[in-house]
């Protein structure tokens, strides 16, 4: 039930603190302007005039380069430290260049992105003129429908023709409103794909702007994701990039040629990259996008603040990105989206002559839209009147300014608006940032109590949990219901909101009945509290880690204090060693001690930075710190992990002589196999990616790279899976014999022997007699159970990246060395292992290229096995690749109790749930000490940067956890118990050694 009650618990804290906006449903309309718009243009003016404000252009070809950096566009400019040249430099001059040279047909300018920076975020604002909310960051993966006020929907409403090509994305906002003869969409997420979505938009585009075809259509939107790709595959400073900048250098010198004086072209960027070519963060490369507008009428002028050239730097007079709204709005004659926030572009309205009036106008339109927004916004969410009043202020004096300097000065009046849209733009952020505090106290609420509910079952319990587990879950369900069913009436009330009071009403009352229902047992209860050592060893790091987290530096750098805790442990674990009464224990214990510390320190050396560790780390993941691509000798790591792991492995199975039967037949071959295809795939991938001389076309590398990966998962999961369950006890029997005598059978009086006085039983004979030795015995369950991890580590090795596989590698042997450890030492009953466990993933985690930031998020390995996207099994191989590290540690918890346990073990079922709970137990107190750090740290400054990934990647790892456990780790601890107990339906009989048991017959 715990994993019911974390899922209410933080179902109720995130619809509290990643709250969405308010979405009115209210749409500006042409015969409605939001404020007088002055007779001279108002009487006898038709729609084709435009609406509110004369347009100026009739079409426009809007082109969205993907991922579009401001400096792709500007010529380059040495920086200390960085004084050679990029790849990227100088590849695109051509959006430089005409704003030089012809100022007034177009204008170049950074387009700062409102984060998070991913590309459905970014459409929404580019189309909406809105803020996006963080909450929305996940569904980039697919979009839903816009339901507010849009741009898209407002030239369909004017009888505009649309016609989108290139990324589908936009289908996904937009349903319906498209050309659907000349729209193309292009599947969008295959990042391993340069050049397809391009060339198809090429396809497309240039026959439309034909003289013949230009009758067709109104506006064309042409999305290209090259450019885009090309970071996600290589980075910004690679060749392929400069490649892909020179593309969209010549499709523009292409395009103007073929336009008309009645046509705007813009071409602007989404969002921007980092130094790796990923996106989704708040960095200035990431949120520092171009934007540039052509037209060859001539109807731009250069702002009065700003030189006749181009800035150089994005910190010189940005426009925001949700400023091209009512801009485009204007310039083709519609209503401002109702929702807008932006502000018109002063280069677009001033003109040649820098036309102030007008600006004016456009400023005062905006402004009024925006006013009226604010006041229905506010009504909607009762907000206080204070909370405007600032904007109040700035409203009026607006309007003083406008009746006052009306024929006078009009840039005055220009930059009254602008002041009173740019504080209601500040206003707005603020109220968007505002949390409902009720509901994440009631999310806090319900997590601490599973928590407490947690340690009592995992270490409060001195009796078996199998006989406790049913009673405790069957008061769990009947509080869940019936607080559900309570919290389902009290929902019913006008003040209160009903998902939310059925949600903390079933997991109160199902965590309240859950604690009413140890009562019973309360004779084998006891306090929680650490008795050993290591028990206060693990509680202590355990408490550090919590209060950690609410210092930006430490969570920055938790991959270095996972290193630090974790050879603390390993020291802590030799020591212990080394002090063991029996020298084989004191040997082996130390000798895995050892091992332990070694594949920690090698681990450590795979290490990607993030942007805030800079310049004090050096990322070794990939082939630089600008690359997205593996070194050419990080490919010999596959082979590496192909020629020493399954040797590895058989050494830890053969020295309890449990190297036998289906595991010689997965270990020996099927996964040698598996990973010698490993190694094919990422040599084949390096050979697509470098453009190796191999004599075979790029799409039959892809081809046979897909291939490869599918072959290898269905290895793992079809034939690895089938192994386990007909594998049997990897044990062998073998039959021997020995002379001993036969016991002297009583015998009567007359058939012994009298001699000198004494009687003696007649001399027995001796006999040959027959023993079965069983190979194996003593470490029945554990060999039989590693099987599991065995077969998981083989797809997540594939999902890796070649410096993740070694590391991933090195943590199996870890995970085998701390069971060995524990078995020396006797700590399997101790919460050591399931800690360290925890520590250890959360250590390979960042070890295997990731970090608690959305832009380390390894996208591409959703396109191993696949050649585009397919749900559910693109996010499922996002989620392998994430989280793999915690995957293979949490499916390896239960090998602690029953690793070198003999057959037919009592309580081995509840020993194992034990070890289970408490390396959930980590992960919650881990997510909790998050959960209520950003709740109280949610006006710091670094919340979004530092604070909410790392609270979000906590309660997902708990969740992916909760699940790990309870379907792959119990459910293939009973296979594995039932398969033995099968065969050992017998208690054993005779002594058992290191790895052999004897049953006489």
């Not at 302007?33 to 426009?60: L, Q």
């Not at 260049?97 to 300018?109: G, K, M, T, Y």
Request: charged share 15%.
């Amino acid at each position: 039930m715990s994993r019911v009650f974390h899922a209410l618990g933080i179902y109720l804290f995130c619809s509290g603190f990643l709250l969405s906006r308010l979405v009115l449903p209210d749409r500006s309309l042409c015969d409605l302007p939001p404020t007088d718009i002055g007779s001279t243009y108002s009487s006898g003016r038709t729609r084709e005039e435009g609406c509110w404000h004369p347009k100026t252009f009739g079409k426009a070809v809007v082109i969205l380069v993907d991922a579009l950096r401001y400096d792709f566009t500007v010529p380059f400019q040495p920086k200390p430290g960085d004084e050679q040249p990029h790849h990227f430099h100088n590849a695109l001059p051509f959006l430089y260049d005409i704003s030089v040279e012809q100022p007034n047909n177009a204008f170049l300018r950074p387009f700062i992105a409102d984060p998070p920076t991913t590309t459905l975020q970014r459409l929404k604002g580019l189309t909406t003129g809105t803020l996006p909310v963080l909450i929305d960051a996940g569904s980039n993966f697919a979009g839903t429908a816009i339901d507010e006020d849009n741009l898209i929907e407002q030239l369909y409403k004017a009888g505009k023709r649309v016609v989108q090509i290139g990324d589908d994305t936009w289908h996904s906002l937009f349903p319906g409103y498209f050309e659907p003869n000349l729209t193309k969409p292009f599947d969008s997420f295959n990042v391993w794909d340069l050049h397809t979505v391009d060339n198809g938009v090429n396809t497309h585009v240039f026959p439309l702007l034909e003289p013949g075809m230009q009758s067709r259509w109104d506006v064309i939107i042409g999305h290209y994701l090259g450019v885009d790709h090309a970071g996600h595959r290589y980075g910004p400073d690679h060749p392929a990039m400069a490649d892909k900048l020179k593309q969209m250098d010549g499709i523009f010198r292409r395009m103007i040629e073929k336009l008309d004086d009645d046509t705007l072209l813009v071409v602007m960027g989404d969002h921007g990259m980092d130094v790796k070519g990923d996106h989704g963060g708040e960095s200035d490369d990431e949120v520092e996008a171009a934007l540039w507008m052509y037209s060859k009428r001539g109807a731009f002028g250069n702002h009065p603040d700003e030189p006749a050239t181009p800035p150089l730097t994005a910190k010189e007079r940005a426009v925001g990105q949700i400023d091209l709204v009512p801009t485009l709005a204007y310039l083709l004659g519609l209503p401002v989206p109702y929702n807008n926030l932006g502000r018109p572009i002063a280069e677009a309205f001033l003109g040649p002559q820098r036309d102030y009036e007008k600006l004016a106008e456009v400023h005062r339109l905006t402004a009024a839209q925006i006013h009226q927004y604010q006041g229905r916004y506010a009504q909607a969410r009762g907000l206080d009147e204070s909370a405007t009043s600032t904007t109040a202020t700035l409203w009026r004096a607006a309007h003083d300014t406008y009746n006052s300097a009306r024929s006078t000065d009009p840039r005055k009046i220009s930059d009254a608006f602008a002041a009173y849209q740019a504080e209601n733009l500040r206003i707005c952020r603020n109220i968007w940032a505002r949390f409902d505090l009720a509901r994440m106290s009631m999310g806090i609420i319900v997590l601490f109590a599973t928590l407490a509910i947690l340690a009592i079952y995992a270490q409060g319990i001195r009796a078996d949990r199998a006989t406790i587990t049913p009673l405790l879950l069957s008061f769990g369900a009947v509080g869940t219901v019936a607080g559900g069913l309570v919290g389902a009436a009290a929902g019913l009330l006008p003040s209160l909101d009903l998902t939310p009071c059925i949600a903390f009403g079933a997991s109160l009352g199902g965590t309240t009945a859950t604690l009413v229902g140890l009562w019973p047992a309360r004779r084998i209860l006891t306090l929680p509290l650490p008795r050993t050592f290591w028990g206060g060893l693990c509680c202590l790091v355990t408490a550090l880690l919590c209060g950690g987290f609410a210092a930006n530096s430490f969570t920055i750098w938790e991959d270095e204090q996972l290193l630090f805790i974790l050879s603390t442990f390993g020291v802590l674990m030799l020591c212990s060693s080394l002090g063991q009464e029996f020298k084989e224990d004191r040997m082996f214990g130390a000798a895995n001690a050892v091992s332990f510390l070694v594949a920690t320190r090698l681990s450590s050396m795979s290490r990607l930075c993030r942007e805030e560790q800079m310049p004090d780390c050096r990322s070794s993941y990939y082939a630089s710190a600008t690359s997205s691509t593996s070194a050419g000798w990080q490919l010999a790591i596959p082979f590496a992990v192909f020629a020493i792991l399954p040797s590895a492995l058989s050494l830890f199975i053969k020295r309890t002589k449990n190297y036998q039967g289906m595991g010689v037949v997965w270990i020996r071959y099927a996964l040698r196999v598996g990973l010698a295809l490993v190694a094919v795939y990422w040599i084949v991938d390096a050979a697509d990616d470098n453009e190796w001389p191999t004599g075979l076309s790029k799409d039959t590398l892809r081809s046979s790279r897909v291939l490869v990966a599918q072959i290898i998962l269905g290895l793992a999961f079809a034939g690895g899976y089938a192994t386990y369950l007909m594998a049997g006890p990897l044990v062998d029997v073998q039959e021997k014999e020995s002379m001993e005598p036969a016991p002297a059978p009583a015998l009567p009086d007359d058939l012994l022997q009298e001699d000198g006085g004494i009687f003696t039983p007649m001399p027995s004979t001796a006999k040959p007699r027959r023993k079965l030795l069983i190979l194996g015995y003593a470490n029945t369950h554990g060999t039989r159970y590693l099987l599991l991890p065995t077969i998981w580590i083989l797809p997540l090795l594939l999902l890796q990246k070649p410096m993740g596989q070694g590391v991933l590698a090195l943590c199996l042997v870890s995970i085998i060395n701390l069971l060995e450890f524990l078995d020396a030492n006797n700590l399997r009953h101790c919460a050591l292992g399931p800690c360290v466990l925890a520590l250890l993933g959360s250590f390979y985690f960042f070890k295997t290229g990731h970090q608690a930031a959305l832009a380390t998020i390894q996208w591409e390995s959703a396109f191993i096995p696949l050649r585009a996207v397919r749900y559910p099994w693109s996010p499922l191989l996002i989620i392998l690749n994430t989280f793999g590290a915690q995957i293979l540690c949490a499916v390896a918890v239960p090998a602690i109790a029953i690793w070198k346990v003999p057959p037919k073990q009592p309580g081995l079922l509840g020993r194992v749930a034990g070890a289970m709970a408490t390396h959930i137990l980590f992960y919650s107190a881990i997510a909790v000490a998050t959960v209520v750090e950003s709740a109280w740290l949610r006006r710091h400054l670094m919340l979004y940067r530092v604070f909410m990934p790392r609270m979000l990647m906590a309660i997902t790892v708990l969740l992916l956890v909760n699940f790990i456990g309870v379907v792959v780790a119990l459910v293939g601890v009973r296979w594995s118990i039932a398969s033995v107990n099968g065969v050992f339906g017998w208690p054993g009989t005779g002594g058992q050694g290191e790895g052999e048991g004897e049953k006489e017959e």
